[in-house]
C-alpha cells in the first residue's frame, strides 16, 4: 500500500501567489516524521521542511509552512509568494521506524510550475 | 553546515564493469546513510540503509550482491554497482542523518550513472 500519496503529478502557479502541494500519509507509529524536498532540475534534492508527529504547532521555515491535520494523515506544503525559482519537483516523506531502525518513505512527488 | 558530498557525480562505463560511488558527510558524524535510486520522472526508491560498523539493511528487492555498500566510518559510505548493465543505469542519491537526529537527513547532490 502506497504509505505516502501526492495526488497532484504537476501544479500551476501565478508568481507572487500562494499554493497548496498535498501529500496524505498512512502510519501506524505513534512517533513518525513529515519532509518535505524540493528537488531542481539538477537533481540535488533540498530541505525544506519537517513536521513530528507530537509537534502541535504547524512548521513553518520562511515562505514554506505546512499544514498539518494529524487526525486526517495530511501535511500539505503551502508555499507563500511564489518565486519563478520555486519552479521544481516536490517530495513529501515521512519517516518512521521498522524493525531495523528508522525508514525514510518519499511520495511519487508534485512538479511545481510557476508562470511569470 | 550539513553538507553531503557525492563522488563521482557523472560515470558512463561499460557493461560488466563495477562502478564505486562515495557518499561522505563532510562537517559532521553520520552514523546513519542511505542510498537511494531514482529513476527519470519517478520518486526516489530507498535501496538500503547503512550503519556505520554493521551491515546494511536492504530493502526487498535489492540484491546485496550487485550492490555492495560499505560504511567504514562516521564519515564515508560507498555503494558498488558490481558487473553493471544497462538496466543499472539511474540516478543514485544518498543521503546521511547526523548521529544522534533523528529529525532529518542531508541529501548528496547525486550521481548520474550510464551504464553501455
Known amino acids: 500500500a502506497q504509505k505516502i500519496t501526492q495526488t497532484q503529478p504537476g501544479m500551476f502557479v501565478q508568481e507572487k501567489e500562494a499554493v497548496t502541494l498535498d501529500c496524505t500519509y498512512d502510519?501506524?507509529?505513534?512517533?513518525?516524521?513529515l519532509f518535505w524536498y524540493k528537488q531542481p532540475s539538477s537533481g540535488e534534492m533540498i530541505f525544506l521542511i519537517y513536521?513530528?508527529?507530537?509537534?502541535?504547532q504547524n512548521a513553518t521555515e520562511g515562505r514554506y509552512s505546512l499544514n498539518f491535520q494529524k487526525a486526517r494523515k495530511s501535511a500539505n506544503l503551502v508555499i507563500s509568494a511564489s518565486q519563478l525559482g520555486d519552479s521544481a519537483m516536490y517530495f513529501c516523506?515521512?519517516?518512521?521506524?521498522?524493525?531495523?531502525?528508522?525508514?525514510?518513505?518519499f511520495g511519487p512527488g508534485t512538479r511545481l510550475s510557476v508562470l511569470p | 553546515g550539513a553538507v553531503v558530498s557525492q563522488h563521482p557525480s557523472w560515470v558512463i562505463c561499460k557493461s560488466g564493469t563495477s562502478v564505486k560511488i562515495e557518499c561522505r558527510s563532510l562537517?559532521?558524524?553520520?552514523?546513519?546513510m542511505f542510498w537511494y535510486r531514482q529513476f527519470p520522472k519517478q520518486s526516489l526508491m530507498l535501496m538500503a540503509t547503512?550503519?556505520?560498523?554493521?551491515?546494511?539493511?536492504?530493502e526487498q528487492g535489492v540484491e546485496k550482491d550487485k550492490f555492495l555498500i560499505n560504511h567504514a566510518s562516521l564519515t564515508l559510505s560507498t555503494l558498488t554497482v558490481t558487473s553493471a548493465h544497462p538496466e543499472d543505469s539511474s540516478f543514485y542519491i544518498c543521503?546521511?542523518?547526523?548521529?544522534?537526529?533523528?529529525?532529518?537527513?542531508?541529501f548528496g547532490p547525486g550521481t548520474r550513472l550510464l551504464v553501455l
Open positions: 516523506a515521512m519517516r518512521e521506524r521498522d524493525n531495523y531502525g528508522q525508514n525514510f518513505v
Open positions: 562537517d559532521f558524524q553520520a552514523t546513519t
Open positions: 513536521q513530528g508527529s507530537y509537534d502541535e
Open positions: 543521503s546521511a542523518s547526523p548521529t544522534g537526529s533523528r529529525e532529518t537527513q542531508y
Open positions: 547503512s550503519n556505520e560498523g554493521s551491515k546494511a539493511t536492504y
Open positions: 502510519t501506524s507509529d505513534q512517533s513518525y516524521g
